[in-house]
């Protein structure tokens, strides 16, 4: 059964990679042969996985739950390389595989250092990856795993971001659909505000697909700088902050429930700390330097919530800012958004249950007897969500300090071993000092971005999805 399913998936990634050929052939790019050669290899790949796995017993468990999810991320990076390395766009195989992770995992970090000189074929193709991968490649498939007559609990379970888990009808693959038609309306929404504000249709398709999918991929080296339109700047800032947002509240607030929108306590955490370091940074910026108000406002909001959604797009270079400003960046990058959303980090909602039992510790010293339990709104927080918070943050803390010093073992910088781990980690995109947002990651060492790779996915699949698969009781049979 993973193995059909790995089959259809492989089916949707060659009918992608069609789409991108329908535009190398459209603009008549050197890019059309490339696809058409993936596209084959792809197809006969899915059709081998799908006659083995012909017959199987319809029926998942939670660990192969586990298996599809992170075989179907390797799967998509694997294959989805092969339009930059056949078409010799991206010829080292190290280099077309960090790029095709960072597009699936919606990192947005880049090797390539002139990205305008890409046929549009293959910049559409950038921009798919980040769309497809940004709400999850299996959530997809979870719409559409009745056609294989089993449930999609199993796998929703692998997949979804964050500690808990929201169902806003019992039929998971009715919740999957109505979620994705949401994902498709605001990427339509995008591509039209764009249009109005003066870019060009592929621009403004390629720049929504990495806007809602919160990767970051631009068409243009300079970012969305590029185009020197507050306007633009603007409206991509409003659909970052919505695309950061739980997509089952996002539901809910479309199905009506506008007072359960407005008081969830993650959203309101995610809002004030959006307001709060805009405003910090903005003042900032302001009286040290030469920027008005309005700008020093703009460039502030679009940075903020740019990675705090860990979209990773720039409209300026935050190192040439004072430095006190790229640690308050750094802290943005770390916490994230929400969870539920395509977005990257360790998420509000764990920020806030590890600051409530935080609170309750110091009033547990004061009253030794007292009950004090963990609340989200009127919800109470149970003790396994509340351990998970902590492994999970402790995991999450331990293995980029780790990856920090291998990569600073590797020959790379300081700050640019701290910044590309948290940049990976949190599918961010742009890191600091020399891989910031002026610059590529093209000079790292092969085994750094081998590394950085693995913890983009890591990042993507929130730690135990992946590192489960490394524990023997995994593999026990029961």
Same mark, same amino acid.
């Given at each position: ?9 492989l ?26 050669l ?12 799908? @006659? ?7 029926? @998942? ?6 298996v599809?999810? +992170? ?14 390395? /056949? ?18 995992t ?8 002139? /990205? ?6 293959? $910049? ?19 719409a ?27 039929? /998971? ?11 498709a309306?605001?990427?339509g ?16 398709? #390629? ?11 631009? +068409? ?16 991509i ?7 950061? =947002? ?16 407005i008081?969830?306590?993650e ?8 307001c ?38 720039a ?9 006190? $400003?790229?640690? #308050? ?10 969870? %539920? ?11 806030? =249950? $590890? ?21 989200? %709104? ?7 969500v509340?351990?998970?918070v ?6 999450? /803390? ?62 993507? @699949? ?6 489960? @698969? ?9």
């Amino acid at each position: 059964m993973i193995f059909r399913i790995l089959g259809f998936l492989l089916l949707i990634e060659t009918a992608m990679m069609l789409c991108s050929e329908g535009v190398a052939y459209y603009y008549g790019g050197s890019d059309v042969g490339s696809f058409v050669l993936s596209a084959c290899i792809t197809a006969l790949a899915a059709i081998l996985s799908l @006659l083995f796995g012909r017959g199987a017993e319809r029926s @998942l468990n939670r660990r192969d739950g586990y298996v599809i999810v +992170t075989a179907s991320w390797l799967a998509f990076s694997l294959f989805g390389m092969l339009p930059y390395y /056949i078409g010799g766009f991206i010829p080292d195989v190290t280099d077309a595989f960090f790029e095709t992770m960072s597009g699936f995992t919606s990192t947005g970090a880049t090797i390539l250092n002139d /990205i305008e000189a890409l046929p549009h074929g293959v $910049l559409f193709w950038r921009a798919m990856t980040q769309w497809i991968g940004g709400l999850g490649i299996v959530f997809f498939t979870i719409a559409v795993l009745p056609i294989f007559g089993v449930s999609g609990l199993q796998v929703f379970a692998a997949e979804a971001s964050g500690p808990t888990h929201d169902k806003v009808h019992p039929r /998971i693959g009715i919740t999957a659909k109505w979620i994705w038609s949401i994902y498709a309306g605001l990427t339509g929404t995008l591509v039209v505000l764009l249009c109005l504000g003066g870019m060009d249709l592929f621009d403004s398709v #390629c720049h929504a697909f990495a806007t809602t999918g919160t990767g970051g991929f631009s +068409t243009k080296q300079a970012s969305i700088a590029f185009y020197h339109s507050p306007y633009i700047e603007y409206v991509i800032s409003i659909f970052m902050f919505l695309s950061g =947002i739980n997509f089952t509240l996002l539901l809910l607030l479309f199905n009506g429930k506008f007072k359960k929108f407005i008081h969830d306590a993650e959203l309101k955490h995610y809002f004030w700390a959006a307001c709060l370091f805009t405003f910090f940074i903005a003042a900032w910026l302001y009286r040290t330097t030469p920027m008005s108000l309005e700008e020093a406002f703009r460039k502030s909001l679009f940075q903020v919530i740019s990675l705090q959604t860990s979209t990773g797009f720039a409209t300026s270079d935050y190192m040439l800012w004072p430095s006190i $400003l790229w640690g #308050c960046l750094l802290i943005v990058m770390l916490i994230g958004a929400c969870a %539920g959303s395509t977005t990257g980090g360790i998420k509000w909602i764990r920020i806030v =249950i $590890l600051l409530k039992v935080v609170r309750n510790e110091f009033k547990r010293i004061l009253h030794p007897n007292a009950v004090l339990p963990v609340r989200l %709104g009127k919800q109470v927080v149970s003790p396994t969500v509340k351990s998970s918070v902590l492994a999970f943050t402790f995991l999450y /803390i331990s293995i980029s300090i780790i990856s920090a010093l291998v990569l600073m073992g590797l020959g790379v910088g300081d700050s640019e071993s701290i910044g590309t781990v948290v940049s990976a980690m949190g599918n961010m995109g742009p890191g600091l000092g020399s891989c910031g947002p002026a610059y590529s990651w093209s000079g790292l060492p092969i085994a750094a971005k081998w590394i950085l790779s693995f913890l983009m996915l890591l990042g993507r @699949l929130e730690l135990f999805t992946v590192l489960l @698969l490394f524990t023997p009781a995994f593999w026990k049979k029961r």
